[in-house]
């Protein structure tokens, strides 16, 4: 069974710093690694989708690399900011063959930004 | 263009009751899953759909089902609830089901907020 665990469970940091926050799992057979934001109450919002056989992707001040062999991402946020501030999750999907590929989570970074 | 979208945005119950949760994916995305999440822990999977058929299930007792229906909309159907039900449940849709590149992307709507009481 997959599990995702992410480190640290919080995190908080004064604003303009850079960031690594990390994703470990432990069946390194899966498809795709997703990046996702969660504001308080709120739903997802995507970041980064890392394919199996990339290295990493990168949107804006965000990078994310992949280490399936490893079983490891990390999440780098530059030049953080207030707005910035929010609950990390990180989800695998597995290579199925036909069947189930639902995404299974960590349980998030919830990362503040000090301004 | 429209996100995923959800319905309703809040839900209050009791116990024993039925609840039925609404999704509408992305225009042109045919895959929904569904997600519970419990507070302070990640989304867990309870269901995905691709072309109307159930393709994927989660560890969620038989009281959890759903169905897609011909637009790609899906409902998600609770029986006999109980309090540990209370939680935000998300829908995501996806493109295609594990095609490549992007397409793979997942996508969440806002969720809907169920309160079991």
């Known amino acids: 069974k997959q599990e995702v665990t992410q480190i640290p469970a919080a995190l908080s940091v004064p604003e303009g710093e850079n960031l690594v926050l990390n994703c470990s799992f432990t069946?390194?057979?899966?498809?795709?690694l997703q990046w996702f934001r969660q504001d308080p109450g709120k739903g997802l919002t995507s970041l980064l989708l890392i394919q199996s056989s990339q290295r990493e992707q990168t949107s804006g001040r965000l990078n994310a690399s992949l280490d399936k062999s490893s079983g490891r991402s990390t999440l780098y946020i530059a030049a953080s900011q207030p707005g910035d501030s929010a609950t990390y999750l990180c989800a695998v999907t597995m290579y199925s063959g036909g069947g189930a590929d639902g995404l299974t989570f960590g349980k998030g970074t919830h990362l503040i930004i000090q301004p | 263009d429209a996100g995923v979208t959800q319905s309703p945005t809040h839900l209050i119950k009791t116990r024993g009751q039925h609840v039925t949760l609404r999704c509408s994916p992305i225009?042109?995305?045919?895959?929904v899953s569904w997600y519970q999440q419990v507070l302070g822990q990640g989304p867990q999977f309870i269901f995905q759909y691709y072309e109307k058929e159930e393709r994927g299930r989660g560890n969620f007792p038989d009281r959890f089902s759903a169905r897609q229906f011909p637009n790609y909309s899906s409902e998600l159907n609770v029986n006999a609830l109980l309090l540990g039900d209370s939680a935000l449940y998300l829908c995501?849709?996806?493109?295609?089901?594990?095609?490549?590149?992007?397409?793979?992307?997942?996508?969440f709507g806002p969720g809907t907020r169920l309160t079991v009481l």
């Open positions: 995501a849709s996806r493109h295609d089901r594990l095609a490549g590149g992007q397409g793979n992307e997942q996508f």
């Open positions: 069946d390194s057979a899966i498809y795709n």
């Open positions: 225009s042109g995305h045919k895959s």
